[in-house]
């Protein structure tokens, strides 16, 4: 998330706040129905003022926790994405040991063997100090993307590996199993932020296991 500062900074914080403290009230006003209704509880039924005869804590406080409920739910559900957990990983399978050269006991070298993206102008290190190597069949540049909601798919430059869910290690060597999310450039579908600028890049996980199709389908996430 893009930091603020400044004005907007400070715009941010004061709704922020206002927010919070919004929903400490609504938590007390919980605390406070549910505390009361136990003082109800103990005076009988006759007692209770005609003018109270329609009010329901319990109903009311079900209500409240309901609102807060479907707040956290809202918030949790906010970074939600179409596959939430992925068979993982093991290195044994991620990465290939490579024997060359004349010793035979430090074996450093690994050879990526799933599917990859290295941005463009990438050169490869010199040999001693190149670790991992990522084999140019198994490197990508584009991906089918398919929006949710129009069904549609694409065929979009990727421009980033954001997040694999196997590692950070993976995610910088830009190793793309099911699950990952890329950056991908939807320029060409004409979206618009609602400031009217046009968006380049969008996030989308990647659902199927590219190093066996020999593509990538991924699922725009909106
Ligand atoms: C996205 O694609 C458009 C048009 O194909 C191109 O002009 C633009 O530079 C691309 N953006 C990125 C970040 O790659």
């Known amino acids: 998330q893009a930091q603020l500062l400044g004005a907007k900074g400070k715009r941010f914080a004061k709704k922020r706040y206002a927010e919070k403290a919004q929903m400490k009230k609504t938590l007390k006003m919980h605390d406070e129905s549910s505390s009361r209704q136990k003082v109800d509880d103990d005076v009988e039924e006759g007692a209770i003022p005609s003018y109270l005869l329609d009010r329901d804590p319990t109903q009311r406080a079900k209500v409240l926790s ?18 939430p957990k992925v068979r993982p990983v093991a290195e044994e399978e991620m990465f290939k040991v490579l024997r060359t050269g004349k010793r035979k006991t430090k074996q450093w070298k690994r050879m990526v063997t799933k599917a990859t993206f290295v941005g463009p102008g ?21 991906a089918h993307v398919t929006h949710p909601e129009l069904k549609c798919t694409f065929n979009l430059d990727i421009i980033s590996v954001k997040k694999n869910p196997n590692g950070p290690m993976y995610t910088s060597l830009g190793v793309m199993t099911r699950g990952t999310i890329i950056e991908v450039n939807v320029s060409e579908l004409g979206l618009v932020t609602p400031a009217g600028k046009v968006v380049w890049g969008k996030y989308a996980q990647v659902t199927n296991n590219p190093e066996n199709d020999g593509c990538i389908n991924a699922v725009l996430l909106v």
Do not use: H
């Not at 409920?69 to 559900?77: I, L």
């Open 66 to 83: 309901n609102t807060i409920k479907q707040k956290r739910k809202e918030k949790a559900g906010k970074w939600d994405v179409p596959l």
């Open 122 to 142: 990438f050169t490869r290190k010199p040999p001693k100090y190149e670790r991992f190597i990522r084999p140019t069949g198994l490197r990508f540049t584009k």
